[in-house]
Every structure is written in C-alpha cells, then in structure tokens.
C-alpha cells in the first residue's frame, strides 16, 4: 500500500514563499511520477506541476517562475516550493503518485495517478 503525507501549508502573506513536501512510504519512490495538484473553493482540481523518474519537470503556465518541484529519493519526498506566493494560489495542494506510466501518459491529468495524499491547506492573504 502506498500512503503520501503532505505538509508545509499555512496562512502566508502576499509575496511570501512557502515549501509543500509530500513523503511517500510503500512502493518504490524512485520509479514514480510524483504530482502536485490544487483545488481552490468551488473550482475543480488543477494541474500544478510533476517531475518523472529522471527529474524531468513540467509546470502549469501560471506558476512558471515561481513555483519549482523537486524530489529526494533518498528521503522518498517530493517537495514543492513557492515563491512570489499569489491571492489566486489560495487552495487545498495535493501530492500524487503515478506507480506506472509510458512516455504517452499525460501526466498533467490526475487520472494518471494511482494514490495521493490528504492535501495541506494553503492560504495567501493580500
């Protein structure tokens, strides 16, 4: 069975940085695709960026320059950091795992993740 626990959220300020980490136990870590998703009140669930097994990275428009995801195998943890934190990122954040995927699997759609976390709560005040 694998489990991912989030942590990191809180209340921050406009402008401020906050780093999300997601540690998983079960499987094996280093094979995963590991995802960040969010999902603010009364919208639907958003892509924010992955990294694949060879460190490859992609992330949603919105977040290019301010958001970096980065991942420790040695810790089983993937972390995302964020910077220049926006009103607009206000959300609940939620780790991914994708156990199995091609070069065909698209990635930015959370139905190509097997497991994912509880989600931590971010709120950025203006």
């Known amino acids: 069975q694998v489990r991912l626990v989030e942590s990191g959220g809180g209340l921050v300020q406009a402008g401020g940085s906050l780093r999300l980490s997601c540690v998983v136990s079960?499987?094996?870590?280093?094979?995963?695709?590991m995802g960040w998703f969010r999902q603010a009140p009364g919208k639907e669930r958003e892509f924010v960026a992955y990294?694949?097994?060879?460190?490859?990275?992609l992330d949603t428009d919105s977040v290019k320059g301010r958001f970096t995801i980065s991942r420790d195998n040695a810790k089983n943890t993937v972390y995302l950091q964020m910077n220049s934190l926006k009103f607009e990122d206000t959300a609940v954040y939620y780790c991914?795992?994708?156990?199995?995927?091609?070069?065909?699997?698209?990635?930015?759609?959370?139905?190509?993740?097997?497991?994912w976390g509880q989600g931590t709560q971010v709120t950025v005040s203006s």
């Open positions: 079960g499987g094996t870590f280093s094979s995963n695709a």
């Open positions: 990294i694949g097994r060879n460190d490859g990275t």
């Open positions: 991914a795992a994708a156990t199995f995927y091609t070069r065909s699997t698209n990635l930015r759609r959370g139905s190509s993740y097997d497991y």
